[in-house]
Structures are given as structure tokens and as C-alpha cells.
């Protein structure tokens, strides 16, 4: 299940890209406070946020991880690019931890459960912290061959794969060059990167992170499923619809995780909009007679 250790390079890297990102994230309020939020921060917080997050969900989560829909070869890169925006990982590293997850969801073996310590108050606020971030810094690292051989095989991933570290460097300088460029100096270079750097990348991951920590332990259960998954309304927008997880768990392969009336699914919505243009192929969109077997009634 696992192939080896982290680096001590790699766990001091990773401390970096957690901690770094939260202390900006913590600034921000006195940051725009000060100096004020230019339009120009503005578009490109919101702008790099929405590429990297539907790059996460659409691309790494449905098309990559459950295979919710099939997509065209440039199409398929373009998500595997935007996915490493949000440096959360290279594509096949980040499918692999995502599938041991449903493999051993809330038991032994899953690599970011928030019961791992017990259910008690405190282990169970130690498991959120651990769910929540502490898991990356798990010197433990999954076999790629084992839970994702077909990424593995296929060049193209390969290669973004091999691109991640200059792609993690592109997410966060191009907010700093436009942000010079347009203003023409260096304090827009500087906001640029805080704004659509930093802050950024710090509140998609604390949004990613809350559906592997909130979303097993807060939240709505409305459809059977062999774990804790949880559907937590608050985090439906930022996530994409990621936060309605008790119901992707219920039915990993669907393109579609906000089932119900009112849960709004921009990734869903997004991967319509694909198929409409043709770009993607053989969707698995929910099926009424699937869910309402696994509807829980009260």
C-alpha cells in the first residue's frame, strides 16, 4: 500500500506550503485593512481561485480519481494543469492518496480520517487537526502503482507529473508578473502574489481540506454509505460541491455530487457545459432509481 518515506527535504517543503499560505491567510483582514483590495488583487485571487479549483474537483477529483465522465486529450491536460494550480500535488500522486481514501474510508489504512484517534472529545479534535492538514506531513507515501497504475501509464499525465514543481512556481509568480506589469510597479508585483499568490492557494486549501476533516464529522447523512461522509451546505460554493460528500460517497462515480434539490454543484454544472460543447463523453449523471435505494428515509 505504501512505497517508502518523505524525504526530510520534502516534510520541511511541506511545512512551507502549509504553514506559509495560513500565516497569509491570517493577514489578509489588517493586509486589506491598510492598504485596500484593488480590483486588479481582486480578479486575480477570484480568477486563479476558480482555474485551480475546477482544475481539483473536475479534473483531479471526477475525471482523474472516479472517472465521472470521459474527455478529450486536450482537455484532459488542460485539467491535469490547472489541477497542479492548486499545489495540492502532482496529478497521479494526488489520485492515488484520493482512491486509498475510498478503499479504506474511515478505517485502517485511509490516509486522512478524522476518527483515526478515537471518538472521544479530545482524540476526535486531535483527528480533525490531522484530517485537516497534519496528514500531509505523513511521512508515509502511497503506492502509485497499486491505486493509480492507469495514470501511471499514461504519458501525458506523466509528463504534467514530471512539470509539477515548475507549475507550482507558475501558480504563484504569474500573479506577481501581472500584477507588475499592469500597475507597473513593484508594490502591485507584491500584492499580486500576496493576493493571488498566497492567499489564494491558503483558502483552497483550508476549503480542500475542511471536506476531508468537516465533512466526516459535521453535516447531513442523507443517503447510505460504508462511512462518516457527511454533506456540509455552508462549504457547497467555495468547494465546488465537493462539500456534499455524504452523497458522493454514496455514489463515488457520479459527475453530479449535489443530488438534491437546492445543493448547488458548480463542478456538475461546469462538466455539463463540456459536455454541451462536446468536449467530454459517456457522463455518469445520477440515477434517480440508484439514489432513491440508498435514500435514507426518517
Known amino acids: 500500500m505504501l512505497e517508502g518515506t518523505q524525504s526530510t527535504g520534502a516534510l520541511v517543503m511541506l511545512w512551507v506550503f502549509v504553514a506559509a499560505p495560513f500565516v497569509a491567510l491570517l493577514a489578509a483582514v489588517p493586509v486589506a485593512w491598510g492598504w485596500g483590495l484593488s480590483v486588479l ?18 479534473g483531479f477529483h ?3 480519481t472516479h472517472g465521472s465522465f470521459k474527455a478529450v486529450r486536450p482537455l484532459r491536460i488542460a485539467l491535469a494543469v490547472a489541477g497542479s494550480f492548486a499545489i495540492e500535488g502532482a496529478p497521479t500522486k494526488w489520485v492515488a492518496d484520493h ?14 480520517s478524522p476518527w483515526r484517534y478515537g471518538t472521544s472529545v479530545g482524540a476526535l479534535a486531535k483527528g480533525l487537526l ?44 504569474a500573479p506577481a508578473a501581472i500584477g507588475g506589469l499592469v500597475t507597473g510597479s513593484w508594490t502591485g508585483a507584491l500584492t499580486g502574489f500576496f493576493w493571488g499568490g498566497l492567499v489564494r492557494m491558503a483558502l483552497l486549501h483550508h476549503v480542500t481540506w475542511s471536506v476531508n476533516s468537516i465533512c466526516h464529522v459535521v453535516g447531513e447523512r442523507p443517503f447510505a454509505s460504508k462511512d462518516k461522509a457527511t454533506n456540509f451546505w455552508p ?37 455539463w457545459l463540456f459536455e454541451r460543447f462536446g468536449w467530454v463523453r459517456d457522463v455518469r449523471w445520477p440515477d434517480p432509481a440508484r439514489l432513491a435505494a440508498k435514500r435514507i428515509t426518517t
Open 130 to 173: 490531522y484530517a485537516h492538514c497534519g496528514w500531509l506531513l505523513n511521512q508515509e507515501i502511497t503506492n502509485k502503482a497499486r491505486f493509480a497504475p492507469d495514470l501511471v501509464a499514461d504519458r501525458d499525465i506523466r509528463i504534467v507529473d514530471r512539470l509539477f514543481a515548475p507549475l507550482l512556481a507558475l501558480s504563484l509568480l
Open 99 to 112: 482512491r486509498r481514501h475510498h478503499a479504506f474510508t474511515d478505517r485502517d489504512g485511509d490516509p486522512h
Open 235 to 271: 462549504l457547497a460554493l467555495l468547494s465546488f460541491g465537493e462539500s456534499w460528500h455524504n452523497s458522493h460517497h454514496a455514489d463515488p462515480t457520479g459527475a453530479r455530487h449535489g443530488v438534491l434539490r437546492g445543493q448547488l454543484d458548480p463542478a456538475a454544472r461546469l462538466i
Open 41 to 58: 488583487d481582486t480578479a486575480l485571487l477570484v480568477g486563479g481561485y476558480l482555474v485551480a479549483i475546477a482544475g481539483v474537483t473536475v
Open 62 to 64: 471526477r475525471h482523474l
